[in-house]
């Protein structure tokens, strides 16, 4: 299997890890993991495709738009009515094209962020997960204390991911994360080894960003990055380092 064919399969592959058991993929996934430029290409992939599915879920149209579209569309028209669109049908069609315009822009500007962000800006939103296992009790407890600086976290990457920290899929590369609360405001930390996401560059020094509503801040150490997410503002993020 060469890159082309590869890509070919990687395109159908559903954000989220959520394809990784499938035989049909098992080649292609195997030819990132061994070509880093395939490796890389497939990490923006993803990362993007999971921007998309959280930006277009996102969207809710107007109240009131189905009943007016359904309404309209059995009103009758007379048998030499010239053919014109009905001003709720062009209505209807700007409401729509404004909406996807809205999401595109919010896409194209995650893009802009490497694949480990805005993969985490996007996950950040959906429900919080649970947590079992000592290793990540024991983390999840020093993440809620207020003495713990995330700028100098040290982690078990082996042991969390063997014993019970929520595993997401990332390019076929596991993303640790691990959900928690200081006064009162959620934060979302993912983990990954640098090792797996050679293309990244990685952040020594802490760097924070703002997209859509919501906040992040990715940094890294010798063997991992990390970028923690809140729906809070970035003052949030800086109390934490």
Not at 16 to 22: F, I, P, S, Y
Not at 170 to 198: E, N, S
Request: with cysteine.
């Amino acid at each position: 299997m060469n890159n082309n064919e590869a890509k070919f399969l990687l395109w159908a592959y559903r954000p989220g890890g959520r394809d990784a058991d499938d035989p049909a993929f098992a080649g292609a996934l195997a030819q990132a993991r061994q070509d880093p430029a395939l490796g890389a290409w497939f990490a923006r992939e993803q990362a993007f495709d999971t921007v998309v599915a959280a930006q277009l879920g996102s969207i809710a149209p107007p109240p009131g738009l189905r009943e007016a579209i359904l309404t309209g569309a059995s009103v009758s028209r007379a048998p030499h009515e010239a053919r014109r669109w009905p001003v709720w049908l062009a209505l209807a069609a700007s409401v729509v094209f404004l909406l996807g315009a809205s999401a595109l822009w919010r896409m194209r500007s995650a893009r802009e962020m490497d694949p480990l962000t805005a993969f985490a800006m996007a996950d950040a939103r959906t429900e919080t997960p649970l947590y079992r296992g000592e290793a990540t009790n024991n983390l999840h407890r020093a993440l809620e204390d207020p003495a713990t600086r995330l700028a100098s976290l040290s982690i078990d990457y082996p042991t969390l991911r063997a014993t019970g920290c929520h595993t997401l899929s990332l390019a076929g590369h596991d993303v640790l994360q691990i959900c928690f609360q200081r006064g009162g405001t959620w934060f979302h930390l993912y983990m990954v080894q640098r090792a797996d996401f050679p293309e990244i560059a990685a952040r020594d020094e802490p760097h924070i960003m703002k997209h859509d509503g919501w906040s992040a801040m990715a940094w890294a150490d010798p063997q991992h990055m990390y970028v923690v997410a809140t729906s809070a503002d970035p003052a949030a993020l800086r109390a934490l380092l």
